[in-house]
């Protein structure tokens, strides 16, 4: 149990486009996903929360405008990164809690490269 | 200071041998406590999760808490070179935002 998907795995986009990245929690539901981002050799930082049908709650330093989250169901979260940049090339992880879980359970990650 | 401390390695020990990783934290809050597993270019893996202080063991993995100290450690008997990723450490007071160590890379060579 407590299974969380993420699409795409890898992605590849040229400056100034926007990237989506879905997540998905498939065998419950997720009333609060997180999204984090990783840099090599480094460990997680948060970006953002969010709470199904509420706006996302960004971390400090974390552009809301640059990284929309949307959370409109209790299975789906989507990160889209827009106008990306060299520089926002990085793995994007979310992870996924549910009623009665205390503890986040996270997907295998996205690893997105911009050229 | 940070909030957590973990030693990043990295730590290589021989197949067989039993590993210890720790985490020292700050926040006397802190009431879950988790260990993640992070193989290279995947996304963290729960391995054991702890409430409060206390040990819980899985397997050939071993969970201690001690809340007096602020001090968690994860042991790993009879290691095995499939053993051999990045191991986090989280904290939390709850299920909303946790807190992660550096993470230490672990090899297990045969």
């Known amino acids: 149990g407590a299974v969380v998907s993420q699409h795409p795995s890898w992605v590849i986009c040229k400056s100034g486009t926007s990237v989506k990245i879905e997540c998905r929690s498939l065998?419950?539901?997720?009333?609060?996903m997180f999204w984090y981002r990783q840099f090599p050799k480094q460990s997680l930082m948060l970006m953002a929360t969010s709470n199904e049908g509420s706006k996302a709650t960004y971390e400090q330093g974390v552009e809301k405008d640059k990284f929309l989250i949307n959370h409109a169901s209790l299975t789906l979260s989507t990160l889209t990164v827009t106008s990306a940049h060299p520089e926002d090339s990085s793995f994007y992880i979310c992870?996924?809690?549910?009623?009665?879980?205390?503890?986040?359970?996270f997907g295998p990650g996205t690893r997105l490269l911009v050229l | 200071q940070k909030e957590v401390e973990q030693d990043p390695g990295p730590l290589s020990v021989p197949e067989g041998a039993i590993v210890s990783l720790n985490c020292t934290y700050s926040n006397s809050a802190f009431q879950y406590f988790m260990w993640y597993r992070q193989y290279s270019r995947k996304g963290p893996e729960l391995l054991m999760y702890?409430?409060?202080?206390g040990n819980k063991e899985d397997g050939r993995f071993t969970a201690q808490v001690d809340k007096s100290s602020k001090y968690i450690s994860l042991f790993i008997r009879d290691s095995q070179p499939s053993d051999s990723a990045t191991y986090l450490c989280a904290m939390s007071q709850g299920a909303q935002k946790l807190v992660f160590g550096q993470g230490t890379r672990l090899t297990i060579n045969p």
């Open positions: 992870s996924a809690t549910g009623e009665g879980q205390e503890t986040q359970y």
């Open positions: 065998d419950f539901q997720a009333t609060t």
């Open positions: 702890t409430y409060s202080s």
